[in-house]
């Protein structure tokens, strides 16, 4: 069932429509002049609007246009029965989404309500994705390690400045990319992502520029590559440092001169494209090493911005383990469920060498494989352990302060490890411990072992 608003000055036409569209189950709400609709549509939020053109005192046009400052994506009818060329073409480009000329017909009315609401739908389901990729794409965390880089990135944005983004594997950098781009004037433009590294050698040079037909074996058409379909917008190059030489060189030309031209073809096409560029690598290094353009490198570094690995801000850990939870519960259609302090606490004081990409991953298996209401510093333990600092020892057994201490800690991290294996059954884990039962179980309730869930 659908929302629809009525609007026109002729109680008869008022009727009709609204019993029409009634009898389609539709809730309807009428209105007899421009004023009343802009109130009424603020009070109802229809999901379409029928609105006659000639009214008195305020026109269809008019009206319109206010409906449309109110709520920029209003699904619009026009109707009118002194229908013009001129008329149609001016509600048009005043955002109406059709135009229906009187006497109405009605398997034409029904029609275009069809396509209005599929419209409409339409609008709602691009807005959900657009959610769902803004929240993807969300930089989370209020460390002064990463509020640094916002802070630069918020100053470069406007702007028109190449930003190199450098960073460990896994800490983020396209999502500063991202930023960059979202929080620019190029927003509205395409932002495109060229991987370096996974792309060969021999194409990268085609998948930037595009190629003609019959250039190469298996060039069966004209292309376009990257540099034209970011035009307008950004072109993201990650993985810069992977890049060959030759393809290099290309780039260069383009940044310096604005122009590409295709493999294979000899007319220079203008490009209008901002290019942000990422690395794992020392770029410096490897200009002395031979591997990279020293040239190329100063025209992609006029803005440097370095995203800190996540063993530098610790202090971000819980708050990304909230935002991974949620956003994987509802990617997965898994039941949303918290991590105990103490189960936090252990994922703060590990290294994360694959750094914020190693913990959603971290997160995903946990609320995968662990057991029990709640992620507990036991299942940390247990699943993620061996990731712990100190070549697998976890951070807990290695905060011990003497050697009996560290032996009680260990003896009852592998007790619980192997009841866990064996399904909590005691008898079945005595006997491949080569164990009394009894002094299992003493040793069950010296440490307070209960089976979780």
Not at 189 to 196: A, Y
Not at 246 to 251: D, F, I, N, W
Request: aromatic share 6%; glycine share 8%.
């Amino acid at each position: 069932m659908a929302r629809i608003l009525v609007v026109d000055d002729e109680q008869g036409i008022r009727h009709v429509l609204t019993q029409l569209f009634e009898y389609e189950d539709h809730e309807v709400r009428a209105a007899s002049g421009g004023a009343e609709a802009i109130e009424l549509y603020c009070d109802f939020r229809p999901d379409v609007t029928f609105l006659d053109v000639k009214m008195a005192r305020m026109d269809g046009l008019e009206t319109l246009s206010k409906i449309r400052e109110s709520d920029p994506a209003a699904v619009v009818v026009m109707m009118s029965g002194h229908g013009t060329i001129n008329t149609a073409v001016e509600a048009t480009r005043r955002g109406a989404f059709d135009f229906l000329e009187k006497p109405l017909d009605t398997e034409r009315l029904l029609i275009v309500l069809r396509n209005a609401l599929s419209q409409q739908g339409l609008q709602a389901e691009n807005a959900r994705l657009r959610g769902e990729v803004e929240s993807r794409h969300q930089i989370v965390g209020r460390s002064f390690a990463l509020r640094q880089v916002l802070d630069r990135v918020e100053k470069v944005a406007p702007t028109d400045a190449r930003v190199l983004v450098t960073g460990e594997n896994g800490t983020g950098k396209e999502l500063i990319a991202r930023a960059v781009h979202r929080l620019s004037p190029r927003a509205d433009g395409p932002f495109i992502e060229v991987n370096c590294a996974a792309i060969p050698s021999e194409l990268i040079e085609s998948e930037l520029f595009g190629h003609m037909k019959g250039s190469f074996t298996g060039a069966v058409e004209d292309r376009a590559g990257k540099f034209e379909l970011a035009d307008g917008g950004t072109l993201f190059l990650d993985e810069i440092g992977d890049m060959s030489l030759a393809a290099q060189a290309k780039v260069l030309r383009a940044l310096q001169e604005g122009i590409i031209t295709r493999v294979g073809g000899a007319k220079p096409i203008k490009v209008d494209v901002r290019v942000l560029a990422a690395t794992n690598k020392d770029l410096e290094e490897e200009i002395k090493n031979g591997r990279f353009r020293e040239d190329l490198f100063y025209r992609l570094n006029v803005i440097p911005l370095h995203v800190p690995p996540l063993r530098e801000r610790r202090e971000d850990i819980p708050m990304l383990v909230q935002h991974f939870v949620q956003t994987i519960a509802r990617e997965s259609a898994l039941k949303p469920r918290q991590l105990t302090d103490d189960a936090v606490g252990r994922l703060q004081r590990m290294d994360w060498p694959g750094n914020v990409r190693e913990l959603r991953n971290t997160i995903e298996r946990l609320l995968i494989l662990s057991g029990g209401g709640a992620v507990t510093g036991d299942d940390v333990e247990l699943l993620v352990g061996g990731h712990m600092k100190g070549g697998g020892l976890s951070s807990d057994l290695l905060g011990c302060t003497t050697f009996s201490e560290f032996k009680e800690a260990a003896e009852r991290a592998f007790i619980i490890q192997k009841l866990r294996e064996n399904d909590w059954n005691v008898s079945e884990t005595a006997r491949l411990l080569d164990m009394p039962r009894s002094n299992l179980y003493k040793k069950i309730e010296r440490y307070d072992l209960v089976r979780e869930g």
